[in-house]
């Protein structure tokens, strides 16, 4: 794929291709970024949760545990389309892969599920109690090295979508759910990503073997940073510097109450009508169900806001001593906005998979 995706760029930068036929080919490009390496992980560590079969086992033993893999990697490819129509952030995807595997492990025997899965499963199965969903997303988090709020965030979004799905017998069909991608698969064209399950030559970087043998050593530190751990590195960074304190205007109130007028209630009122408009537009472009990941990304958006205007406040203030009152700043629409408006750049660009193309796909 990353030959062919060399030689159309090439074609179509030779090409006068219609607007049509470029934004195919782009979408279908920003996919393959998106699922080929989701698909490198889901696989690497598909073992780890569950157990894998021996090779002495019987066929029907064998396909005991090859189906949920196949009916999880469907079902996160059903649940992409319909609930993350239009998304390019990996990470989010990535979360969405991520809740798949946890529903499939609700209905998985224990005796099929790696530690501490399995104890999991015999616990809440002695105990007859409600759904062990939370344990497993928890654990799932710790595993896979995410953050725990925006997983929850994610299932929240998709439990009344995975359980329409159910067949009439309270399970998950296979083969409804194939025929349901291969449908839609083949209205919409672009790449059928069942093959991924097939290890398809085509859609495999050449060094795949490389990175599934993998090369940690303690502590992973030789590890290959792949897009998804880089991904997942960034976002890391983002919150880290972003204050973890509940109250994010208490450090500013300092500044608020040296000003003529306390510009305070304005700048909440302001990032009040602002977030309507993003929770809007967001929902717009990414679906209705995105309502939990919407809020939390604009609630990230002004904690970076706020922690931005304290550090600018403080480097005036030492710069202009004795200069305290800064009315004129602080009351400004324009910079309100602006930098709210900034601040909401870099989240949504953090968590965005445009810093990936296809050909760094090759070190994935």
């Keep these: 794929f990353i030959k062919f995706s060399e030689l159309m760029r090439q074609f179509r930068d030779r090409v006068d291709l219609s607007e049509v036929v470029r934004q195919h080919f782009s979408s279908v490009e920003k996919r393959y970024c998106i699922i080929s390496p989701l698909f490198h992980r889901f696989d690497r560590e598909w073992g780890t949760v569950f157990r894998e079969e021996d090779q002495e086992q019987s066929v029907d033993e064998t396909e005991t545990v090859?189906?949920?893999?196949?009916?999880?990697?469907?079902?996160?490819?059903?649940?992409?389309?319909?609930?993350?129509?239009?998304?390019?952030?990996?990470?989010?995807?990535?979360?969405l892969l991520l809740c798949c595997l946890e529903f499939i492990l609700r209905d998985s025997p224990a005796f099929l599920l790696h530690p501490p899965f399995d104890s999991l499963k015999l616990e809440h199965s002695a105990i007859g109690g409600s759904s062990p969903s939370l344990n497993f997303v928890q654990r799932l988090a710790e595993k896979f090295h995410t953050s725990l709020d925006e997983l929850q965030a994610m299932q929240t979004t998709t439990q009344t979508y995975f359980e329409s799905l159910k067949a009439a017998n309270g399970n998950l069909d296979v083969t409804y759910l194939e025929n349901q991608y291969l449908s839609r698969q083949k209205e919409s064209g672009g790449l059928d990503e069942l093959l991924y399950l097939q290890h398809e030559a085509t859609l495999m970087p050449n060094n795949f073997?490389?990175?599934?043998?993998?090369?940690?050593?303690?502590?992973?530190?030789?590890?290959?940073?792949?897009?998804?751990?880089?991904?997942?590195?960034?976002?890391?960074?983002?919150?880290?510097?972003?204050?973890?304190?509940?109250d994010h205007l208490q450090p500013l109130r300092e500044h608020f109450q040296n000003c003529a007028s306390n510009p305070e209630r304005s700048i909440t009122d302001r990032a009040s009508q602002m977030k309507l408009k993003f929770l809007s537009h967001y929902l717009e472009t990414s679906g209705n169900g995105q309502g939990a990941v919407a809020e939390q990304r604009y609630r990230q958006a002004t904690n970076l806001y706020y922690r931005v205007m304290k550090r600018l406040l403080d480097i005036e203030r030492e710069r202009l001593a004795p200069l305290k009152d800064f009315s004129s700043l602080l009351n400004n629409d324009v910079f309100h906005r602006s930098l709210l408006a900034c601040s909401t750049e870099i989240v949504l660009t953090t968590y965005n998979v445009s810093s990936f193309d296809v050909h760094r796909e090759q070190n994935t």
């Design 209 to 246: 073997q490389r990175v599934q043998s993998g090369s940690s050593t303690h502590n992973g530190l030789d590890t290959p940073v792949t897009p998804v751990r880089a991904a997942m590195n960034t976002v890391q960074q983002l919150k880290n510097l972003i204050s973890t304190n509940t």
């Design 66 to 95: 090859q189906d949920p893999k196949k009916l999880c990697w469907l079902l996160f490819l059903n649940a992409k389309d319909d609930i993350l129509s239009g998304t390019e952030e990996l990470i989010q995807t990535y979360h």
